[in-house]
């Protein structure tokens, strides 16, 4: 079956997530929160490195609980610093708590990411062509909402790329016998 070319074939857990999560439709609160992270983690790098790290950010930051994290402390902050399972980055891994706390709110103000993200687009995947996108004015739109309630690594790039894992938007390739056929 043909992929999209950027899946990389030689990856295992790549071809996972390319077969059965890019694109799919997610409602589920913690992955919703867990991948707007990791699309942040990603800024500058390759996805592949993020997802080959995936399962040690999930250790490393308690499972995506937002409430554990919100309340991370200095000796927390350094741990994860000293952890070569993640990102080392201080301002990456400052996100993730700033993150927590901020979806904390979210949750309080929207219901959560799941009302509030596929609200915007009437609970319906937009569906596109196949070509190279990397913002639109939706993730505009998103990424500057999101930066006014307080979160980071939320630029339009990461937004896109997060609707895109999410499945707000559906993007695989024209040929790609995963989600075309």
Aim: proline content about 2%; aromatic content about 10%.
């Amino acid at each position: 079956m043909k992929r999209c070319a950027w899946a990389n074939s030689a990856n295992p857990l790549y071809l996972d997530y390319h077969d059965h999560e890019w694109g799919v439709p997610c409602h589920d609160e913690l992955r919703l929160f867990e991948m707007l992270n990791l699309e942040g983690a990603q800024a500058g790098l390759s996805w592949e490195t993020v997802l080959n790290k995936r399962e040690s950010y999930r250790l490393a930051f308690d499972g995506w609980d937002a409430r554990k994290i919100a309340a991370y402390g200095a000796q927390k902050v350094a741990s994860l610093l000293a952890d070569p399972g993640i990102i080392r980055n201080k301002l990456k891994v400052a996100a993730v708590i700033t993150n927590a706390q901020a979806y904390l709110r979210l949750c309080e103000e929207t219901g959560g990411l799941d009302a509030y993200l596929w609200s915007y687009v009437g609970g319906v995947p937009i569906v596109n062509t196949g070509e190279r996108i990397i913002t639109t004015a939706l993730s505009d739109q998103i990424s500057k909402d999101l930066k006014k309630r307080g979160f980071k690594f939320v630029g339009s790039t990461i937004i896109y790329a997060y609707m895109q894992a999410i499945g707000m938007v559906q993007d695989h390739a024209a040929d790609c016998d995963w989600r075309r056929g």
